[in-house]
């Protein structure tokens, strides 16, 4: 998983949309809602297996969003030392983000990109990528930007997509959450194995979960595509 979103409102506003591509057989999330864990408010669709998330907020100011893998596909052990949307919800908690990435231990993690947007200090964009081997932390420029899960998506396709992103930002006068969401639900050629709301044989867009922050405050989206569930908090 997944097709990553983001759109710039204003100086320090944004709306970022994840669509969670996964096997159809690992078991449903749960809805999102608000937790108090470890002291800290977040906010989070909790993964049916292992209990953590691949989207959230926090009351530390933060959003966090995963993709599975790094800058290329790799090949999966049959174990890990850590679930990866466990991590999420470690950073989201954090005090401050930057210190927390430096001095987490990943080893024996599986590759995984994070897009992180922290509002502490004005608004920060980042992407960080754990190849399995070495942190990758960059502060990237607040602008449109669309991620593919490597773990998914060839170059081709990623570069597919990309396209399809900037023919839908020239159609649109101005950004709004549900155009954005219609965009994760429509994008492509008609391939359903690499439009953006895919569907493989055993595997697909199971849900589309977008937040925005305008005037300070945060709305999450959240619509099951199996159930068609939709939620906002």
């Not at 470690?90 to 024996?108: G, M, R, V």
């Not at 965009?183 to 055993?202: Q, S």
């Amino acid at each position: 998983m997944c097709t990553v979103t983001y759109l710039p409102l204003g100086e320090n506003e944004f709306i970022l949309t994840s669509s969670r591509d996964v096997p159809f057989a690992r078991k449903p999330a749960d809805a999102p809602k608000k937790y108090i864990e470890d002291d800290v408010e977040i906010t989070y669709p909790k993964d049916g297996d292992a209990g953590g998330t691949w989207i959230g907020t926090s009351a530390k100011n933060r959003l966090i969003c995963l993709l599975n893998g790094g800058y290329k596909n790799h090949q999966s052990k049959e174990k890990y030392r850590k679930s990866r949307g466990i991590i999420v919800k470690d950073l989201l908690k954090s005090e401050n983000i930057s210190e927390a990435l430096t001095q987490i231990d990943l080893d024996n993690i599986e590759p995984f990109t994070l897009v992180i947007v922290d509002w502490n200090d004005g608004l920060e964009l980042y992407e960080f990528v754990w190849t399995g081997a070495k942190k990758h932390l960059i502060n990237i420029p607040k602008v449109p930007h669309i991620w593919s899960s490597s773990t998914l998506y060839d170059a081709a396709t990623k570069k597919l997509r990309q396209d399809w992103f900037s023919q839908w930002q020239s159609g649109v006068s101005r950004y709004q959450q549900k155009g954005i969401i219609n965009f994760h639900k429509t994008a492509g050629v008609g391939n359903d194995e690499i439009d953006v709301l895919m569907k493989r044989e055993k595997g697909g867009t199971v849900s589309i979960t977008s937040i925005s922050r305008k005037k300070e405050k945060l709305h999450l989206i959240y619509e099951d595509m199996s159930t068609h569930l939709v939620i906002e908090i």
